[in-house]
T-cell receptor, first 113, second 113 residues
Framework: AQSVTQLDSQVPVFEEAPVELRCNYS??????LFWYVQYPNQGLQLLLK??????LVKGINGFEAEFNKSQTSFHLRKPSVHISDTAEYFC???????????FGQGTRLTINP | IAGITQAPTSQILAAGRRMTLRCTQD?????MYWYRQDLGLGLRLIHY???????GKGEVPDGYSVSRANTDDFPLTLASAVPSQTSVYFC????????????FGPGTRLTVL
């Protein structure tokens, strides 16, 4: 069974509009949760991560995510997107008791002018 | 600081040939990882190493081998390449504790014909 599920493979939005990228995780993974971004033809870089504490996590480039234990979700949001946010976004979780990560399938965010 | 370097950037390989993908990090990280990225499947862990001298199998290890003779280098070998190994390969490293950020290289695009 998939441990981390990203519900949308593609999300098109207009510039300056808000966006939410959805991520759900299963009980087979820990609650160490991550969002990574991959710009075209590049490797992945960390946007933000949740380890413990406040359920609202702020990351780079104006992104934030909210850990919701009851919904087993870790959705990524940005109130106003820019053309430069065009990229693929990956949700990931640490495997129980290990530093290995399991990734979701990815969501391609396309920003239209 | 280079971070993680991977070589080659891209390669076209005949089926049945042996190929080694190189990965070097200069951050003195304990842990290193190899992933493959395929459309619609996200990133899947091939092999990992928690520290120099040790390696472990990930989610999709068949057809691949790794070694970790020192802290900095973590080569991935395809002993006899098959077309299903056509993919983009990413090397990553982390300090090795649960919840640590993984830092990714730029990737190697491999095509097996």
């Amino acid at each position: 069974a998939q441990s981390v599920t990203q519900l949308d493979s593609q999300v098109p939005v207009f510039e300056e509009a808000p966006v939410e990228l959805r991520c759900n995780y299963s009980s087979s993974v820990s609650v160490y949760l991550f969002w990574y971004v991959q710009y075209p033809n590049q490797g992945l870089q960390l946007l933000l991560k949740y380890l413990s504490g406040s359920t609202l996590v702020k990351g780079i480039n104006g992104f934030e995510a909210e850990f919701n234990k009851s919904q087993t979700s870790f959705h990524l949001r940005k109130p106003s997107v820019h053309i430069s946010d065009t990229a693929e976004y990956f949700c990931a979780a640490a495997i129980q008791g290990a530093q290995k990560l399991v990734f979701g399938q990815g969501t391609r965010l396309t920003i239209n002018p | 600081i280079a971070g993680i370097t991977q070589a080659p950037t891209s390669q076209i390989l005949a089926a049945g040939r042996r190929m080694t993908l190189r990965c070097t990090q200069d951050m003195r990280h304990n842990a290193m990882y190899w992933y493959r990225q395929d459309l619609g499947l996200g990133l899947r862990l091939i092999h990992y190493s928690n520290t120099a001298g040790t390696t472990g199998k990930g989610e999709v290890p068949d057809g691949y081998s790794v070694s970790r003779a020192n802290t900095d280098d973590f080569p991935l070998t395809l002993a006899s390449a098959v077309p299903s190994q056509t993919s983009v390969y990413f090397c990553a490293s982390s300090e090795g504790r649960i919840g640590d950020t993984q830092y990714f290289g730029p990737g190697t695009r491999l095509t097996v014909l």
